[in-house]
């Protein structure tokens, strides 16, 4: 399995972005998806997960109500949709999938991971 992100970059504050998650080697519907982040000097951060089954999503509290993951089952891509981006929005951003079943908000939870992509918000 293997996952590749795109869609990172530079933004202004306020700005938006979307990030695409290519997965390749076995079907998005066979895993639950999420996105994390990563600043410098801190923890990767849970950010958004889909489940598998349901299509049902849950998002950590420090983005809710501004980004929204989804899937495409044709293409096989994940997205994340980030609005109203702030500076502390500025961090690497990781796709994961998770082939267990049972939902996960903790990035030991997910068995398969992107190389992440780069998001700097500034004004």
């Known amino acids: 399995v293997e996952l590749v992100e795109s869609g990172g970059g530079w933004v202004q504050t306020g700005g938006s972005l979307r990030l695409s998650c290519q997965v390749s080697g076995w079907k998005i519907i066979d895993f639950d998806m999420a996105w994390f982040r990563q600043a410098p000097g801190k923890e990767r951060e849970f950010l958004a997960r889909l489940s598998r089954t349901s299509g049902t999503t849950f998002y950590a509290d420090s983005v809710k109500g501004r980004f929204a993951i989804d899937r495409d089952f044709v293409r096989n891509l994940a997205y994340l949709t980030m609005d109203k981006l702030g500076t502390e929005d500025t961090a690497t951003y990781y796709c994961?999938?998770?082939?267990?079943?049972?939902?996960?908000?903790?990035?030991?939870?997910?068995?398969?991971w992107g190389q992440g992509t780069q998001v700097t918000v500034s004004s």
């Open positions: 994961a999938a998770r082939e267990r079943l049972g939902l996960s908000t903790m990035a030991v939870g997910y068995d398969h």
